[in-house]
């Protein structure tokens, strides 16, 4: 199994891409391991590449080549030591959510969420987990929203301020199924596991 990383200054991305019972067999030359810049242009060239078999080659230059069909692109690498590790997120037992309880508890939160030029951890939303309960708070000053839930969940208290970039990816990756969210919690990151995809983003800092 490979992965596809992501990083910005909030959320480092897994994108669990390559699994044998998906895709049936992947060929790949383990001598042969680079990371790939994947920025917003050749996030669109993987979108729009035909449905067909999707090759990437890497030379000695780290010149990357997308080919899909008649089509072939090219962008560039960089080494593997430059790019950054997933900081380490262990908290105990784990939150488990039903992702479609999640996602409809952060939009009716996260509208509340103030601004950048704000507070800083008002632009994000506070998580209050507790014996039995989940509990969403988001204010800005002028408008306050709480949202509560019932899960499982029988660990430590635990108070966590998510931002809300974090939180606008976890919606978009947050099935409408029985499909669930585990979330890992430590001090300064929290950690979401959401069907193929692990996320790691920092915690909002401070008084709320």
């Known amino acids: 199994m490979n992965n596809l ?7 480092m991305k897994d994108w669990l891409m390559f699994r044998e019972e998906d895709l049936g067999s992947l060929t790949c030359e383990e001598d042969k391991k680079h990371w790939i810049y994947f920025d917003e242009i050749s996030e669109k060239i993987l979108r729009n590449v035909p449905d ?13 080549k997308i080919k ?16 950054p590790e997933l900081p380490t997120v262990s908290g105990g037992f784990p939150i488990v ?8 508890m952060i939009k009716k939160t996260i509208f509340a969420t103030a601004d950048n030029g ?6 994000g939303v506070r998580f209050e987990i507790y014996s039995g309960n989940i509990r969403l708070v988001a204010v800005d000053g002028y408008k306050l929203a709480i949202r ?9 208290e635990k108070n966590f301020i998510i931002p809300k970039k974090t939180l606008n990816e976890i919606m978009k ?15 300064r990151h929290i950690m979401f596991e959401c069907g193929n995809y692990v996320i790691v983003s920092r915690l909002l800092e401070g008084e709320f």
Do not use: Q, W
């Not at 899909?68 to 790019?83: A, H, L, M, N």
């Not at 509560?148 to 430590?156: L, Q, S």
């Not at 990756?173 to 430590?186: Q, R």
């Open 68 to 83: 899909s069909g008649d089509s072939e692109f090219s962008i560039t690498g960089f080494p593997e030591e430059d790019y």
């Open 97 to 104: 959510v039903k992702g479609e309880i999640l996602k409809d």
């Open 52 to 64: 067909e078999l999707v090759t990437i080659e890497c030379d000695e230059r780290l010149i990357c």
């Open 118 to 123: 704000a507070k800083i951890v008002h632009t």
């Open 5 to 11: 990383r992501e990083v910005n200054d909030d959320i």
């Open 173 to 187: 990756l947050a099935g409408d199924g029985d499909e669930t969210i585990s979330m890992v919690v430590a001090s």
């Open 148 to 156: 509560n839930e019932k899960i499982d969940y029988e660990g430590d």
